[in-house]
């Protein structure tokens, strides 16, 4: 058994474009059957598990939405640009839904590893500043990174503006002197960058490749996106018990 919910707000909640009152309409229109009955009424309660059709197709019904998408360069995060292409305009038909949002932002040149989902509960988890998910990025820096780096991510750097971010994980590429991974357990505005200016270095290339202990996949091409599983979703916001300094 799943949840008890009208049918006019179970339809409306899973296709994109579609208000409660063309639910109204869609039934009028003999267009809406569950289990196998046409309904002529949107404002009967139905199981969330009952099978619904639409022209005979089915509407599979999820509570959320997950997806995983490998941002390209030069799109914005942002829900709405005048000029730049946004994540959400590169969302395949089949995965949207109203309500959809990044959760967690990168910057226009950074590409890899965006979440969008519209379940604000485990946005809000995740990017509460109490929540330290840990977030992997693979970086090529302008000039070689030098052994001190490891221990001065790991003892928390002071940014420009005196922010003081909290430790970070350092590891540089034993066969690239220009290439490295950083993990981080915050957000703050362009903290790759700024922790990098800070050393003397610069960042030429970001790639977010890990939120949680869940990798992107490899096999997702620029703009692509996945929808992520349950199983996976857990994954996403392991809370790591690192202090807050
Ligand atoms: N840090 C940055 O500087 N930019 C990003 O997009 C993400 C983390």
Request: hydrophobic residues 35%; neutral net charge; charged residues 35%.
């Amino acid at each position: 058994m799943g949840e008890k919910i009208r049918l006019d707000r179970l339809v409306a909640s899973q296709l994109p474009d579609v208000s409660r009152a063309d639910v109204k309409k869609m039934c009028l229109k003999k267009r809406l059957a569950v289990n196998g009955k046409l309904m002529a009424r949107s404002d009967v309660r139905v199981d969330t598990d009952d099978e619904i059709t639409l022209d005979g197709k089915r509407i599979e019904y999820k509570k959320h939405i997950y997806i995983m998408m490998n941002k390209p360069q030069g799109v914005v995060c942002s829900t709405k640009d005048g000029e730049s292409t946004t994540v959400l305009e590169l969302v395949p038909e089949n995965m949207r839904r109203k309500g959809l949002f990044p959760a967690g932002r990168l910057d226009k040149d950074t590409v890899g590893f965006v979440l969008l989902t519209d379940d604000g509960e485990l946005s809000h988890r995740m990017l509460s500043p109490k929540s330290h998910v840990p977030k992997t990025y693979h970086v090529r820096l302008e000039r070689p990174w030098e052994e001190n780096y490891k221990q001065l991510f790991a003892q928390g750097m002071t940014i420009d503006g005196g922010e003081k971010c909290l430790p970070a994980e350092f590891e540089g590429s034993p066969e690239n002197e220009l290439e490295c991974t950083l993990v981080l357990h915050e957000g703050k505005y362009h903290q790759v960058k700024r922790m990098f200016t800070k050393l003397g270095n610069k960042v030429v290339f970001l790639k977010r490749t890990a939120i949680g202990e869940l990798p992107l996949d490899e096999k997702l091409a620029p703009g692509e996106c996945l929808e992520i599983m349950h199983k996976d979703v857990e994954r996403l916001s392991t809370i790591c018990e690192m202090p807050c300094k």
